[in-house]
C-alpha cells in the first residue's frame, strides 16, 4: 500500500489512499521506520479477517511481514502477540533468540509467556537453522553458519549458555578466522584473562 500517512499512534497509523482512510497496525519497529505526517509511505499489507473484523497490519519491509505470518501460523499466536513480539525485537533479534534457544529473552514481550516462547522455538528453529547470528556479517552467511556453529558449541561445552557463547562469537567474528582464533577470540571478549 501506498499513500499519504494522515494520522499515527502507539500501535497504529492511518493511511489516506485516494481519499478513503485506512487504519493499519503496525509494530514499534515499522513506527520508527516511518517519514513525517502528510508525506507518502509504503507499507507491505497482512489481511486478517476474524469474525466479522478485517483488520490490516503493515510493514516496514517484506522481511518482517514473512516473519509475522510465520509467527501467527504457530497455533495459538494470534496477530496481537506477532505484533507485540516485532515491537519487542528486530527482526534479527527475534531470530538469533529463536536459534540461541532463549525463551527468557522471547518472554520479554508483552503477552509471551515462557510456554509461549518455547513453542515459538520449537516451531521455527528449524527454519531459520542456516541464519547467521546476529552481527555476523551477511555476505557468506552460509559458509560462516558451519564456522561460528563450531566455535558457540565449543563455548557451550566450556560451560557458557548458547545465547552467550553466540554474542560472544558474533563479538570476536573476523573474516579470516579459523575455528580456534574464533574460540579465543571469543574468550578474550568476554574476559581478557580467558583463552591465553
Not at 47 to 56: G, P, S, T
Not at 104 to 128: H, Q, V
Request: no cysteine; proline share 4%; aromatic share 6%.
Amino acid at each position: 500500500m501506498i499513500g499519504s500517512l494522515e494520522e499515527q499512534a502507539l500501535d497504529y497509523v492511518v493511511i489516506d489512499l485516494h481519499h478513503m482512510g485506512y487504519k493499519v497496525k503496525v509494530s514499534a519497529n515499522t513506527l520508527n521506520e516511518l517519514p513525517s505526517l502528510h508525506s507518502e509511505v509504503k507499507l507491505f499489507l497482512h489481511q486478517v479477517i476474524k469474525d466479522d473484523e478485517v483488520a490490516l497490519y503493515g510493514f516496514a519491509t517484506t522481511d518482517e511481514r514473512e516473519i509475522f505470518r510465520t509467527i501467527i501460523g504457530i497455533s495459538g499466536i494470534g496477530p496481537k502477540a506477532g505484533i507485540g513480539l516485532l515491537s519487542q525485537f528486530s527482526r534479527d533479534e527475534l531470530i538469533t533468540h529463536i536459534i540461541s534457544d532463549d525463551a527468557k529473552s522471547i518472554t520479554r514481550a508483552p503477552g509471551i509467556g515462557i510456554k509461549t516462547a518455547n513453542r515459538i522455538i520449537l516451531e521455527l528453529r528449524d527454519r531459520y537453522k542456516d541464519y547467521a547470528p546476529l552481527n555476523l556479517p551477511i555476505g557468506g552467511a552460509k559458509a560462516l553458519s558451519s564456522i561460528a556453529s563450531e566455535a558457540v558449541n565449543g563455548l557451550v561445552g566450556l560451560g557458557y549458555s548458547i545465547s552467550e557463547a553466540s554474542e560472544m562469537v558474533a563479538r570476536a567474528y573476523l573474516p579470516d578466522s579459523s575455528l580456534e582464533d574464533l574460540i579465543t577470540g571469543a574468550l578474550r571478549s568476554q574476559n581478557p584473562l580467558k583463552g591465553r
